[in-house]
């Protein structure tokens, strides 16, 4: 009973806080709409309009119609003509575009005989995503109206597009940016929220109250898995309003796997909090984490690309198995129940986290 | 008597190479109110922590209220309250929300929380700035606050570190008020200090100086114990006669009040009022001397001095 009135009267006097502070308020807030908008409309891994020019030594029909065809394609947006293939270079050199394509003099000769290739596409490949989308362009079919097209060669594997048949990045962002902003905003919000007690030395009057650690904890976790949920909310209802990403699956389990994150991520909080001794390294602590937790948990790059290292690394980050059961239930429609090995992981993160905590929180200034 | 309700032995606590607290001796009655008298520095938080369970104890053992502060130092919380040094209420909640989180924490019964909240403004002459938060209040108002939320509880044990450090005499004095009330109710109260005025209400305190307790009793006993003289030179020219004593290498201390000199010499001396009445005469200065009873300031410098004597050769 007597732990039920300290847990609330921790809980009590941390909503009349919060209301209080402002910034962190607009944090709350501001950093899903902020990001939503940034990564939403900036990410994009289906690229278009790259800079490009050609210089196209036979200047026939057949060449004109060929540059046509490959701007059309709208991959490439075509800067300028130039004479020859070393200026083409010189702008590639320059960085002043990221595909030259060279039409050599006897660029219908090549195709009439169909021997050897026809142009030449030259590739910053510096980016590997620009190399990609150059590969393309290969496919842009070049022929005379009166040749017979050439037959298809060999046998072809199709390819069907499942859950996001537009190809659209936002698609899979925005699920993912639900486990990025829990990420960030959690962890950090109750690291800084156990440790400016330290710095304002409120700590010293509160560790010699009879408040035990637990109850300290739990009111101290409560109101930011109340702010974790608002988050989800603002996220998923404003990707499916702006980006028109739909939630296939139950609510109702997109709500239990992002319970279980955003309590996972408050435990990883409470245990920074013990280490850092000023809001600041609590801070830089919650960055340590949260950098590789976005570049490796298959939010930024396919899981399935990266060397067994990095995969070995990122199962253990919470985020990486939220990814998956976000983008499960919500781009797949998954049962939550097929995916009970992520939750599972969560879970015990969030024991092992809370109990390292716990067990080093000490009621002592020393 | 009562057994103590502080007691410590041998209570030591290091922080790496530095001995804040060196093998301090204890014993403090009940319902009485005791000094900590020190520069900073000198040891006096640090023992107030250990003495809460704060901090743990290097060596040497205290018990509080008969409770051991290392093993049941739970247990201990309900029965002691402390004042923290720097304001340790939360700023951004105002007067009546800090009082009512501390009531809470502390599980005060229902009925009694509201009820003692609204006694502690009314002591504590809080009730007007009861809406306000505890940041913007004056360092007198923020003392009053933090002595009330200290007190919430009915803590048996006061520990109190310079309460007084950021508020102006007269708020100092109605303080110092509220103590001996408290003391007279049955608390009882340790409170350190670096203010003479301060030390000498104690009913006793003890003199610590770099983490070794170098003198303790009351105020008075603290004078007649000393194995100094004090004498007094009310001079026309103190300056002069101060330089002038100061040849004078017999002499351990010199202070200067205004127009008075006082002049602190070993005990052991046997004429040390015509020696200092003849060195003046000799340098043809006019003064009046006479010895008088040592005051706290004499006997603090007079067991610090000792004892940078013993401890640089």
């Known amino acids: 009973m007597n732990a039920l009135i300290r847990i609330f009267a921790v ?7 919060l209301s209080r502070d402002r910034l962190t308020f607009g944090m709350i807030v501001g950093i899903p709409l902020i990001q939503l908008m940034m990564f939403g409309y900036a990410i994009n891994t289906d690229v278009r309009n790259l800079t490009a020019a050609y210089a196209d030594e036979t200047d026939s029909h057949l060449s004109r119609q060929f540059i046509a065809d490959l701007t059309a394609s709208q991959v490439i947006s075509m800067q300028q003509r130039v004479n020859n293939a070393d200026e083409l270079m010189a702008l590639l050199d320059a960085g002043q575009i990221s595909i030259g394509v060279y039409v050599p003099n006897d660029f219908d000769r090549r195709v009439q005989q169909q021997d050897r290739s026809v142009a030449q596409l030259l590739v910053d490949g510096s980016d590997t995503i620009i190399l990609g989308v150059a590969q393309q362009l290969t496919s842009v079919p070049v022929h005379f109206d009166s040749q017979v097209p050439p037959a298809r060669q060999g046998a072809k594997i ?37 440790v400016r007690e330290k710095e304002r030395g409120n700590m010293e009057l509160l560790i010699n109250t009879p ?55 408050l435990s990883l909080g409470l245990l920074i909090s013990t280490t850092a001794g000023t809001q600041f390294q609590a801070m830089q602590l919650t960055f340590f984490f949260f950098l590789p937790s976005i570049l490796l948990s298959g939010f930024m790059f396919p899981f ?36 009970w090995l992520e939750l599972a992981a969560l879970g015990a993160f969030m024991v092992v986290a809370l109990t390292l905590a716990v067990a080093r929180f000490r009621k002592r200034l020393d | 008597m009562n057994a103590p309700a502080i007691s410590a032995h041998g209570l030591t606590r290091k922080f790496g190479s530095l001995v804040a607290v060196n093998n301090v001796d204890l014993e403090i009655p009940a319902g009485k109110i ?16 250990m003495l809460c369970g704060l901090l743990l104890p290097s060596a040497g053992t205290a018990t509080v209220m008969g409770m051991d502060t290392r093993q049941e130092s739970e247990a201990l919380k309900q029965q002691i309250g402390y004042m923290t040094q720097r304001f340790s209420l939360y700023e951004d909640l105002t007067v009546k929300e800090n009082l009512r989180f501390i009531s809470e924490v502390y599980a005060v019964s229902r009925a009694q929380r509201k009820a003692r909240v609204e006694e502690l403004l009314t002591q504590y002459n809080l009730r007007e700035k009861e809406r306000q938060r505890a940041g913007t209040l004056s360092g007198g108002q923020k003392q009053r606050l933090a002595l009330a939320a200290a007190t919430l509880h009915r803590p048996k044990i006061l520990l109190l570190d310079e309460p007084t450090s950021a508020v102006d005499p007269q708020n100092r004095r109605d303080f110092w008020e509220t103590l001996f009330e408290l003391a007279e109710q049955g608390t009882t109260i340790l409170v350190s200090t670096h203010y003479m005025d301060e030390a000498a209400r104690c009913h006793s305190l003890a003199i610590l100086d770099r983490g070794v307790k170098v003198a303790d009793g009351s105020p008075r006993s603290l004078g007649e114990n000393i194995d100094m003289r004090v004498i007094e030179v009310e001079a026309s020219d103190p300056n002069r006669a101060r330089l002038s004593l100061a040849q004078e290498t017999k002499i351990t201390s010199i202070t200067q009040l205004g127009v008075r000199l006082r002049v602190l010499l070993p005990k052991t001396l046997p004429d040390a009022l015509q020696m200092v009445q003849h060195n003046l005469q000799s340098a043809a200065i006019n003064a009046e001397v006479r010895e008088v009873f040592p005051d706290l300031e004499d006997i603090f410098v007079a067991v610090t001095q000792r004892r940078r004597a013993e401890v640089t050769p």
């Not at chain 1, 960030?184 to 929220?193: C, I, N, Q, Y």
């Not at chain 1, 499960?328 to 049962?335: N, P, Q, S, Y």
């Open chain 1, 11 to 17: 809980l009590h006097k941390e909503f009349l806080q």
């Open chain 1, 158 to 194: 199709e390819v069907r597009n499942f859950y996001n048949p537009e190809r659209r990045s936002a698609v899979n962002i925005v699920p993912g940016l639900v486990g990025v902003i829990l990420t960030m905003t959690m962890v950090l919000f109750t690291a800084v929220a156990i």
């Open chain 1, 211 to 265: 408040v035990r650690t637990i109850e300290l904890m739990l009111g101290k976790i409560i109101p930011y898995i109340l702010i974790g949920l608002i988050q989800l909310v603002i996220i998923l209802s404003l990707g499916w309003y702006f980006f028109e990403v739909p939630i296939r699956g139950s609510g109702l389990h997109v709500l239990f796997a992002a319970l279980m994150f955003i309590a996972t991520n």
């Open chain 1, 304 to 339: 399935d690309g990266m060397p067994q290292l990095a995969q070995n690394i990122a199962e253990i980050l919470p985020l990486t198995h939220f990814n998956r059961l976000i983008r499960g239930i919500v781009l797949r429609g998954a049962d939550i129940s097929t995916l």
């Open chain 2, 34 to 49: 005791y000094g900590f008298l020190g520069p900073n520095g000198s040891g006096k938080s640090t023992t107030i922590r």
